[in-house]
């Protein structure tokens, strides 16, 4: 299984971000996608995940700010990033999980600064 992300970069506070996944290779139908990120000297984190179902689970840092959506088809997900803050600038990566089985992209940087 193999992600591919894209759509980091630089950014002003209060600007937008749209981060894209796509996940390819053997993946089990039911499986849940999703972004975390890390922050240098800080652990990874959640952002937020979305099953195939539609369920959606946000970190509390996101809600409100943050969107995540998926094409279910096409094994994508992205990430809508407005009102962006001083605080959100990390290397974010992707995630896809299955059965006992966990993936990880190669990690796409955003920078919020003015």
């Known amino acids: 299984v193999q992600l591919q992300a894209s759509g980091g970069g630089l950014v002003q506070p209060g600007g937008s971000l749209r981060l894209s996944c796509a996940a390819s290779?053997?993946?089990?139908?039911?499986?849940?996608m999703g972004w975390y990120r890390q922050a240098p000297g800080n652990q990874r984190e959640l952002v937020a995940t979305i099953n195939g179902g539609g369920n959606i689970n946000y970190a509390d840092s996101a809600k409100g700010r943050f969107t995540v959506a998926r094409d279910r088809a096409e094994n994508t997900v992205h990430l809508q990033m407005n009102s962006l803050k001083l605080e959100d600038t990390a290397v974010y990566y992707c995630?896809?999980?299955?059965?006992?089985?966990?993936?990880w992209g190669q990690g796409t940087q955003v920078t919020v600064s003015s």
């Open positions: 995630n896809i999980r299955f059965l006992r089985d966990n993936y």
């Open positions: 290779g053997r993946i089990f139908r039911l499986n849940v």
